[in-house]
T-cell receptor, first 113, second 110 residues
Framework: GESVGLHLPTLSVQEGDNSIINCAYSNSASDYFIWYKQESGKGPQFIIDIRSNMDKRQGQRVTVLLNKTVKHLSLQIAATQPGDSAVYFCAENPNSGNTPLVFGKGTRLSVIA | DVKVTQSSRYLVKRTGEKVFLECVQDMDHENMFWYRQDPGLGLRLIYFSYDVKMKEKGDIPEGYSVSREKKERFSLILESASTNQTSMYLC?????????FGSGTRLTVV
């Protein structure tokens, strides 16, 4: 999962298996959460989002789970493919005026073919 | 296809040079942001702007300034580049539905 420090957490997954990437967020008032995927040489791209009035949201092969009690967010990728190899960031909207999104430090997903 | 365009993908500058990083968006977004990205540190906010000629400091504004003279363009300025400003710089714009990022500029200061 996400952590403080200079080492990027890495998750290695066999092709075809499911991946779970975790994120602990900091602000209990945050009302909106987003997962981004960043491939090598590219900027982060939107994957899926969830509002704080939900605890689960599904997209195509991806599911985001939100546990507000413990301030935890997870991204589940079904049937992981080599093209899923990337760095994944969670982001929270602090819901405080016009404050920018707060990003986690990222998790690198490596898919083993 | 809507997008955020950063003028340079790779840039090499000398210590002490004044450096301009340009960002243009075609989505008519009010909000624009500059981040730097370093291994293990994630995305750190340098400056942001919610309107033309408006700017706000982010978490690490020291050594940087910005300019927003037109809605679609947000420039990051390194007044006197230093080696610790070697990094990947990401520009983003946003509306109510989330951020769109550019592809980044990898700046090396030698």
């Amino acid at each position: 999962g996400e952590s403080v420090g200079l080492h990027l957490p890495t998750l290695s997954v066999q092709e075809g298996d499911n991946s779970i990437i975790n994120c602990a967020y900091s602000n209990s008032a945050s009302d909106y959460f987003i997962w981004y995927k960043q491939e090598s040489g590219k900027g982060p791209q939107f994957i899926i989002d969830i509002r704080s009035n939900m605890d689960k949201r599904q997209g195509q092969r991806v599911t985001v789970l939100l546990n507000k009690t413990v301030k935890h967010l997870s991204l589940q990728i079904a049937a992981t493919q080599p093209g899923d190899s990337a760095v994944y960031f969670c982001a929270e909207n602090p819901n405080s005026g016009n404050t920018p999104l707060v990003f986690g430090k990222g998790t690198r997903l490596s898919v083993i073919a | 296809d809507v997008k955020v365009t950063q003028s340079s993908r790779y840039l090499v500058k000398r210590t002490g040079e004044k450096v301009f990083l340009e960002c243009v968006q075609d989505m008519d977004h009010e909000n624009m942001f500059w981040y730097r990205q370093d291994p293990g540190l994630g995305l750190r906010l340098i400056y942001f702007s919610y309107d033309v000629k408006m700017k706000e400091k982010g978490d690490i504004p020291e050594g940087y300034s910005v300019s927003r003279e037109k809605k679609e363009r947000f420039s990051l300025i390194l007044e006197s580049a230093s080696t610790n400003q070697t990094s990947m710089y990401l520009c983003a714009s946003s509306d109510a539905y989330g951020y769109t990022f550019g592809s980044g500029t990898r700046l090396t200061v030698v």
